[in-house]
């Protein structure tokens, strides 16, 4: 852990030093050293405030849309993370010339608030980068311990009416503090479509009604685009298990399109691509 902070500080003053880059997102300090923070580097000395250890779980690609277009940027990516750049890249957010890529290999981050290892039940469970230009480290072997989908198995053998109660427990219990919008790597749209007064879409007072039509377009809009990172669950402040409808709404997408989001910038994205062995399951 330490030799890749030591590495990510190297990398990130070289790359300021020489002018490659503008900007360095990384990590920093928080309030202590179970909370890091989300961090900018813009200058060498900034280079010493970076950090990096199993708390930090940021998926620091949100932010590159904040950038204008152009600039040189360097980002510190874990493997999820990873794939939500080559989602970025091949929905033209960011362009590839543009960004440094600082590869993080590293399995079981900590979630801070069970203090448990985040494993597959959460995320992709990956240990490597899928795309990178430094490694900051060498690369973790790679071991199957089951498919990401395992964790859906208790919610698909419920029937419609055990689901919806679920569903409308967990859903009823948001506040509608868009922590998961704004944690998430894929919610870059300015305006959101639930900010939108003309026309309106949806209400944004809490209630069950007005938060399914919040999370249900939220899940929809990232059908295809998910890269399974868990940032929105662990944002959110009520434990509601949205990784559990982003995995389901994945798992349907691989079984149809025989396609995982962000594994390669080769691909198409599926939303966004035809093909005549297309199923048609999507239209039912």
């Known amino acids: 852990m330490k030799d890749i902070e030591n590495r990510l500080k190297q990398e990130a003053k070289r790359l300021l030093e020489s002018g490659d880059v503008e900007v360095v997102l990384a990590y920093g300090r928080g309030y202590d050293e179970k909370h890091p923070m989300p961090y900018a580097a813009k200058t060498v000395s900034d280079v010493d405030n970076i950090i990096f250890d199993e708390y930090c779980t940021f998926n620091m690609t949100r932010y590159l849309t904040e950038y204008p277009s152009g600039t040189k940027i360097a980002v510190a990516v874990k493997s999820c993370d990873s794939r939500a750049l080559i989602v970025l890249m091949q929905e033209e957010k960011v362009k ?29 469970d990956l240990p490597n980068p899928v795309l990178y230009d430094i490694l900051l480290g060498d690369e973790v072997p790679e071991h199957s311990d089951g498919s990401p989908y395992d ?66 377009t939220r899940f929809y809009h990232l059908a295809g685009r998910c890269i399974d990172c868990g940032e929105c669950s662990r944002a959110c402040p009520m434990d509601i298990p949205l990784y559990l409808f982003h995995k389901k709404v994945s798992k349907e997408c691989e079984e149809m399109f025989d396609q995982v989001s962000g594994m390669s910038l080769d691909d198409k994205q599926v939303m966004v691509d035809f093909k005549m062995e297309d199923s048609d399951e999507i239209l039912l």
């Not at 590839?96 to 448990?116: A, C, F, H, N, Q």
Request: proline fraction near 5%; charged fraction near 30%; hydrophobic fraction near 35%.
């Open 96 to 124: 590839r010339e543009d960004i440094v890529i600082l590869g993080i290999p590293y399995r079981y981050m900590i979630d801070v608030k069970t203090g448990k290892a985040i494993d597959k039940n959460t995320t992709c």
């Open 151 to 216: 964790v859906l198995k208790e919610l698909e053998e419920m029937d419609n009416d055990a689901r919806w109660e679920f569903w409308s427990k967990e859903f009823s219990k948001c506040i509608r503090c868009y922590a998961c919008r704004k944690a998430c790597p894929m919610c870059y749209c300015d305006p959101c479509f639930v900010d939108q007064s003309q026309p309106r879409w949806a209400d944004k007072s809490p209630s069950l009604e007005s938060n399914l039509m919040f999370h249900l």
